[in-house]
């Protein structure tokens, strides 16, 4: 009898540690625990709304009920901040250095609140967020550069809505409307039921991609630099013949153009030369979701010449072997390897001590550099370089798990004050910068805790991405200086070159799409698939494996997503193919 | 497993010795205590948020108060099946774990096997060693070391090959070469380690039966065909049964590391499928249910398996 009971013990405890093989209920266990926890606080912004409201109506000078004196609480209050964590080698600890100190010291006597930072990993950071919000964790101010993310929270009713908060305090926030507008603020507004879930950074620089060469190997093989996609195969094909003379000993690893994984972003400006210049708005928007344009029309004759060159051996073979934020492609461009590549328009320069650009002058040797060239043209002869509007950056938004939306609200304020974001972009005179006789501001490497882990600190200055001073003019000249040990003339150009021909992305926003939700991630990571196995699939097979990729993403929600898209465009704009202006 | 030994109580002749077998042995069931805590908190209490395969999760709600989901709550196991994705996940899982099964299953009874055979004891131990240690590198590491060694264009066994004329092997880049790469990194990870169960059944065997399978003129592989084997066949009875049960199962590191998005296809597994689709698409309900399914099967196999070994007539595993 016994011996039976036993063993049905056992038996339920084999079933059980089967059960937890299955993974589907681990992530949770924490979930709800906390759930609970939520369905107490929805309730609470609610009341302070209305709270707030009330009190506008009956005195509009003081929309916080008395909270605040002077602008600071009267009881000191506590919130968290989502920040970045880049793993630099020689970084500082994202959490705490002298800029955070800086930032919790200034926001306790600016508004009496304390300031604590939650680091999260930059390459991985849809997946921890959703992780902390699942957990009821997320810290106060959340951001990502994943909007679907924030709607499907937005959905299960995790996140607080923003309008009443920016609309309510617009007149404690005057940094915040300063600096990001009506744009920004309202750029995710719903036009159906004026709900908003985030506000959009902003970028200060729009500045996107840039295709980079070899200049010293231009040289050493009597090359002009090229200005068509024609010169450029030409230049790779050269590249890859005399590997011989560029590499010595080390000829068998010439890469003569290097892309990643992430194809659609590393060869962006040669997909885009492809697309028609003369594309509607509508269509741009209907297959717009992918930001790699994956489904636009011209992609295909794209990746087809890609294919090419990739079984001509112009291409690195272990391209999708390299996950994000592996850098080892990095490295093989540092020893020299690689011939040319396309990547964020200052990629080669960033990164001070440890940049590309200065290491491979160390390894290589000072003649040894890159530089932009502008090359792919479009079948006008122009060039057709898409760059995002001043939103589209990171999305800031709140976590029901919110206590403190106004503590939050005027972090947000702080931390666009032109003052703050001068701070810390720049750091204190004579350890990251220093000042030319004209004023211009040169940055120089830092050390230890004053090193910062993102160029002008943007992972701090949350709504503002790219550099600006309180004075735009001194902007525009130090941008150039900013790089530290980099040749200013090489800067200048890259953001001349990848300020030209370009067409600025538009507002679409006819409401929430509702097939978007959820699907990002899986669709991004289908999107690459497709481009990777495209590219790599031998010639005679390009369209079989193009085509069937293809259907495989449209079917898996990419279609779903383009109808709805169209659809909800035709109930807004009806049959226009344009925006209106 | 490991309550096993618990399995012996006394002799006990009838209901009322109860307390008296308690007050004797209490002091058993207080050591128990603990591990039964340990299985209510992390392994039991989880299993109430199993319900939110049949309920559309929200994550402000508490599971209870979910709404039961569409077509009587399986709307979710519906929806899976009828992702291609999720069936070719399931394919995958299957088809990789049966290789699994009948590569990776055999390797460490035969490498115990030929150990045994080993005359000299410091060798034994030595290649013991080396053996087992694969077994504690994880599979982040492993995969490291096998882009080093295995890459098309940097990698150490492909330089050599294309030095010495040959064409490069794809062992990670192309679906066919990958999954024997997968195949044999496990097995070599982990045979060493699983001949230890064998290891020490082989000597649990009476030295009596060698001796006088000497007398009686066998040979080496006389003894190893019929003493050995025999003497291991209930372990292996019992890790074929386990293994079994764990045919639907996977861990998640080892497909996770290894796959890349030119192997996709073949190398997505129900484990991978559950965090990309769960965890970071947000799909928490559907999810669980693949989740759900799969240990279903998996205790389904376990059942049948261990029916299957009691009518052959080995012990099976309870």
């Known amino acids: ?26 992530g949770s266990t924490p979930q709800d625990s906390t759930a609970t926890q939520q369905t107490d606080t929805t309730t609470e912004p609610a009341q302070n709304t209305t709270a707030a409201e009330d009190s506008a109506s009956n005195a509009a000078a003081d929309p916080t009920n008395g909270e605040l004196v002077d602008g600071k609480f009267v009881d000191t209050r506590k919130i968290t901040v989502e920040v970045y964590d880049r793993g630099n080698d020689d970084g500082s600890d994202p959490t705490n250095n002298n800029y955070t100190k800086w930032i919790k010291e200034q926001m306790l006597e600016r508004h009496n609140v304390e300031v604590e930072f939650v680091a999260v990993p930059r390459w991985t950071e849809v997946e921890q967020i959703n992780n902390l919000l699942a957990a009821g964790d997320a810290p106060d101010i959340c951001l990502t550069y994943d909007y679907p993310t924030v709607l499907t929270y937005a959905n299960m009713g995790g996140v607080l809505d923003l309008s009443s908060y920016v609309d309510d305090y617009k007149s404690l926030l005057p940094n915040l409307w300063d600096w990001l507008g009506e744009t920004n603020i309202y750029w995710d507004k719903d036009p159906v039921n004026g709900t908003l879930w985030a506000v959009e950074g902003k970028r200060a620089v729009t500045n996107r991609i840039n295709t980079f060469v070899r200049k010293d190997w231009l040289d050493k093989l009597g090359l002009q630099e090229p200005t068509t996609r024609q010169e450029f195969e030409d230049m790779i094909i050269a590249f890859r013949d005399n590997a011989d003379t560029l590499l010595g000993a080390d000829a068998d690893k010439m890469i003569p153009y290097s892309v990643s994984f992430d194809v659609g972003w590393r060869a962006a400006l040669l997909i885009e030369s492809f697309i028609d210049p003369e594309i509607s708005d509508y269509e741009y928007y209907i297959n717009g979701f992918d930001d790699r344009a994956l489904t636009q029309n011209g992609t295909k004759e794209a990746m087809r010449l890609l294919n090419k060159w990739y079984n001509e051996d112009l291409l690195w073979d272990d391209f999708a072997l390299y996950g994000s934020g592996d850098s ?54 122009g060039h057709n370089k898409f760059v995002t509007s001043t939103a589209g950056d990171r999305k800031i938004f709140f976590p029901t798990t919110n206590d403190e939306p106004l503590a939050s609200m005027l972090y947000l304020d702080f931390i666009s004050s032109p003052d703050v974001i001068e701070y ?49 003019d001194l902007t525009l000249r130090s941008m150039a200086y900013s790089y530290s040990g980099i040749d200013p003339e090489l800067v200048k150009t890259a953001h001349e070159i990848c300020n030209t021909d370009i067409r600025r992305a538009k507002n679409v926003n006819v409401g929430a799409i509702t097939s978007e939700e959820g699907q990002g991630p899986t669709l991004s990571s289908k999107r690459d698939v497709v481009y990777d196995t495209a590219l790599s699939a031998p010639v005679d097979k390009f369209d079989e494996v193009w085509d069937a990729g293809i259907a495989d993403y449209l079917s898996s929600g990419g279609q779903a997503i383009i109808d709805e898209r169209a659809e909800k465009w035709k109930a807004t704009f009806g049959d226009a193919t344009s925006l209106p202006e | 497993m490991k309550k096993e030994k618990k399995n012996t109580p006394p002799p006990v002749s009838n209901k009322q010795s109860l307390g008296v077998y308690m007050k004797r042995y209490w002091q058993l069931y207080v050591l128990l205590a603990l591990p039964m805590l340990y299985l209510l908190i992390f392994k039991y209490i989880p299993m109430i948020y199993i319900q939110i395969a049949f309920k559309k999760y929200s994550i402000v709600q508490s599971v209870w108060e979910m709404p039961l989901a569409d077509n009587y709550g399986f709307e979710y196991f519906i929806k899976a099946f009828k992702n291609k994705d999720f069936i070719n996940a399931l394919r995958n899982t299957l088809v990789l774990n049966i290789f699994d099964l009948i590569i990776g299953f055999p390797a460490p009874i035969i490498f115990a096997l030929i150990l045994n055979e080993l005359v000299f004891k410091k060798f034994k131990r030595v290649v013991q060693t080396i053996a087992y240690m694969p077994h504690f590198l994880s599979w982040v590491i492993i995969y490291g070391l096998a882009l080093q060694l295995f890459a098309p264009s940097t990698g150490f066994v492909n330089m050599i090959l294309t030095t010495l ?31 230890i169960v064998y290891l020490a059944a082989i000597a649990g065997i009476n030295s009596e039966l060698y001796e006088a399978a000497s007398v009686d003129g066998a040979g080496r592989f006389k003894k190893m065909w019929h003493i050995t084997l025999p003497g291991i066949k209930p372990t292996i009875v019992v890790l074929l049964v386990m293994n079994l049960g ?52 998996c205790v389904i196999f376990l059942l049948l398996a261990n029916w299957l070994s009691r009518k052959l007539g080995e012990r099976g595993i309870w």
């Open chain 1, 1 to 26: 009898m016994k011996k039976k009971l036993l063993s049905v013990l056992l038996a339920g405890s084999m079933v059980l540690s089967l059960a937890a093989c299955g993974s589907g209920d681990s």
């Open chain 1, 328 to 381: 080892t492609e990095d490295d093989m461009i540092k020893a020299g390897y690689v011939g040319a590549f396309m990547h964020n328009w200052d990629y080669p320069y960033r990164d001070g001590e440890n940049s590309i650009q200065t290491n491979l002058s160390r390894i290589v040797g000072p003649d040894a550099k890159y530089v932009v060239v502008d090359c792919f043209e479009d079948k006008n002869g």
């Open chain 1, 424 to 472: 810390l972009q720049i750091g204190p005179e004579g350890v990251t910068h220093n000042k030319l006789e004209d004023g211009t501001v040169e940055i120089i490497a830092a050390t230890g805790d004053d090193i910062q882990n993102s160029g002008f600190n943007i992972d701090y200055t949350i709504t503002c991405n790219g550099l600006h001073l309180t004075d735009e």
């Open chain 2, 165 to 195: 004329g040959f064409e490069s092997v794809p062992f990670l880049n192309d679906p066919y070469h990958w999954v024997r790469t997968y195949i044999s990194l496990g097995v070599w990870q982990s045979f060493g380690w699983n001949s």
């Open chain 2, 246 to 297: 764990n045919i639907l199962g996977s861990g998640f590191d080892r497909p996770f590391a290894l796959q890349n998005n030119l192997v996709m296809n073949v190398s997505e597994v129900l484990a991978t499928f559950i965090y990309k689709n769960g965890i970071k698409g947000l799909q928490f309900s559907l999810t669980t249910a693949v989740g759900l399914f799969q240990s279903v099967v």
